[in-house]
């Protein structure tokens, strides 16, 4: 068996990073390479990516229940209204990231979603999905942008979205099923 793929405790051959965290182990076999639509739901994929930036995603994993309660579930609208003063709660809530920037950015990000039409943003993001993707045999093989997450990056700076550099929108392309990274050996795979 590849070094890039583990078995776990169950028996299944899962990609190596998951490791023995049973969260972890969940979210792999149940949500990451998984086809994700709805505009709510990638505008959470987003945000949350946006705060793991820098960060382990484990770590936003294990926050996220927090983060959707006092981002009032990433309803795009709710948080568009968002001001200074739930800028400052959130800085204080040691429940999430505190990273003001990032705070920031997730409520104007909140207001450009709140902008569009019902649906704009699924069809928006999903237009970027490439057509074709060769599954990887290791992680040496998983890169680290594409030109499909540098383009999709591109676009959604020139309308305004912050923290949507192409790394961070290549692990959105992978988390919500744009593009499927489960190595070869992996069950999901």
């Known amino acids: 068996m ?16 998951v490791g023995d965290d049973l969260e972890y182990a969940r979210y792999h076999d149940e949500e990451w390479g998984v086809a994700l639509h709805g ?37 795009p609208e709710v948080v568009a209204a968002f001001g200074e003063g739930d800028v400052a709660r959130l800085m204080t809530d040691a429940g999430i990231i505190r990273n003001r920037a990032k705070i920031e950015a997730t409520i104007s990000n909140a207001r450009l ?3 569009l039409a019902p649906g704009e943003l699924d069809e928006f993001m999903w237009s970027f999905a490439p057509a074709s993707h060769r599954r990887p045999l290791s992680f040496a093989d998983v890169p680290a942008t594409t030109a499909a997450s540098d383009a999709l990056s591109k676009a959604l700076r020139k309308r305004g979205f912050r923290f949507v550099g192409p790394t961070t929108m290549y692990a959105l392309m992978q ?14 795979a």
């Open 39 to 75: 505009d709510r739901a990638l505008f959470e994929k987003m945000s949350l990516e946006g705060f793991q930036a820098g960060l382990s995603w484990i770590t936003i994993l294990r926050k996220r229940p927090r983060f959707r309660e006092v981002f009032a579930g990433f309803e």
């Open 113 to 115: 979603v709140a902008d």
């Open 2 to 17: 590849s070094t890039d793929v583990r078995l776990g405790a169950d028996g299944r051959a899962r990609c190596a990073w």
């Open 175 to 188: 988390s919500a099923g744009m593009v499927d990274d489960h190595v070869e050996g992996c069950w999901r």
